[in-house]
C-alpha cells in the first residue's frame, strides 16, 4: 500500500481526467493548475496519454505529465480509462512507466480485474487517517463480453443507463472494496467511468443538491457493478469522483456521499479540488472547480 503524509489540517487532491492526444500541449495547462491551489495529491483519472505504441515515446510523454502534476512537490497517481491503452501499450506497461516516475499507483491484485486496483493510505501522525482508493474502470462493454461471453446479457439494444455501452467497475472490483474497507476510515474513490447513480443526479438536481452543468449524455457504465450502493451501505466513503464525459461538470449528494463527475481537461481545462479535513473529529470534505 502506498503511503502519503497530510502534512496540513486540509488534504487536498486536485483530479483531471482526458489530456488529450499531446502532452505537450496539455502539460503546461496541468501545472497552471496544479499551482493554483497546490494540492497533496493529483490524480490523473483516466485518458492520460493515450494512443502511443512506442515506449521510448511514451515515456517521454507521461515524464511530461508528471512533472506537471508535481510541480508544487504534489505527488500522483493514475486511474485507467477506456482509451488509454487504446492503440498503444498496454496498462501494465503503462504502470510501470509511471510507477518509475513516482507514481502511488500500484498493480493491485490478480484475482480482481484490471490493472490498479490499489489504495493509498493518508497518514497524519502516523495514523491513517483517510484511504484514497483507486479502480480501473476498464473501456466500453465489448472487453466485458469477450472476457464473460455474455453479449446477450450486457449489450442490449436499449440499455437502462447509457447508449455509449460503457464498462465501469465491476462485481468483483466492488466485492473487494466490501472485503479490504475498514469503516473506520473514510474513503475517497476515484476512476474514470461513472456509475449509473451518478447519471441520475442531473434528473434528480434538487433532491441531490445538483452543482454544475449536464451538457450531454452521462457515458456512465451500462453494466451496473454495484459500487455505489455498497459504498453507501459502507458508510465510510466520502465521495466518488470520475470523469468519462466531455463537458459535464456536476457535484451532488446521494447516499450520503458525494458524486462528482469532472469534464475533460483537454477540452475545458478544468480540474476538481477535493478537500477533507476534521471538523470536532468528524470528516469533512469539500468540493470546487479550477479552471486552467
Not at 474497507?181 to 461513472?194: A, G, N, Q
Amino acid at each position: 500500500m502506498s503511503v502519503i503524509e497530510m502534512k496540513r489540517d486540509i488534504f487536498c487532491v486536485i483530479m483531471v481526467h482526458s489530456l488529450g492526444g499531446s502532452a505537450e500541449r496539455a502539460a503546461p495547462g496541468l501545472e497552471k493548475a496544479v499551482r493554483a491551489s497546490p494540492p497533496d495529491l493529483v490524480i490523473l483519472n483516466g485518458d492520460i496519454v493515450c494512443g502511443i505504441s512506442d515506449p521510448d515515446e511514451f515515456a517521454s510523454a507521461a515524464s511530461l505529465i508528471a512533472r506537471a502534476a508535481g510541480a508544487t512537490g504534489a505527488k500522483f497517481a493514475v486511474t485507467f480509462g477506456d482509451r488509454d491503452d487504446k492503440n498503444g501499450l498496454t496498462r501494465a506497461d503503462q504502470l510501470a512507466v509511471y510507477r518509475s516516475l513516482g507514481c502511488l499507483t500500484e498493480a493491485g491484485e490478480d484475482d480482481i480485474d484490471g490493472v490498479g486496483n490499489c489504495v493509498i493510505s493518508v497518514k497524519k501522525d502516523g495514523k491513517t487517517v483517510l484511504c484514497v482508493r483507486l479502480f480501473d474502470s476498464h473501456a466500453e462493454t465489448t472487453a466485458y463480453e469477450r472476457e464473460y461471453g455474455s453479449p446477450s446479457r450486457s449489450r442490449l439494444p436499449y440499455p437502462l443507463y447509457s447508449h455509449y455501452y460503457m464498462d465501469g467497475v465491476r462485481f468483483n472490483q466492488t466485492m473487494w472494496l466490501r472485503r479490504t474497507c475498514d469503516t473506520e476510515i473514510p474513503e475517497l474513490l476515484f476512476f474514470h467511468i461513472p456509475t449509473p447513480e451518478h447519471a441520475q443526479l442531473p434528473l434528480n438536481a434538487s433532491q441531490v443538491g445538483f452543482d454544475g452543468v449536464q451538457c450531454e449524455e452521462v457515458r456512465c457504465q451500462t453494466v451496473n457493478g454495484g459500487l455505489s450502493m455498497t459504498a453507501a451501505d459502507l458508510g465510510n466513503v466520502l465521495g466518488i469522483f470520475c470523469g468519462n464525459d466531455e463537458k459535464n461538470d456536476f457535484f451532488g449528494h446521494w447516499g450520503g456521499m458525494t458524486l462528482g463527475v469532472a469534464p475533460s481537461f483537454a477540452e475545458t481545462g478544468t480540474a476538481h479540488l477535493i478537500e477533507f479535513s476534521r471538523n470536532d473529529g468528524k470528516p469533512c470534505l469539500h468540493v470546487s472547480r479550477i479552471t486552467a
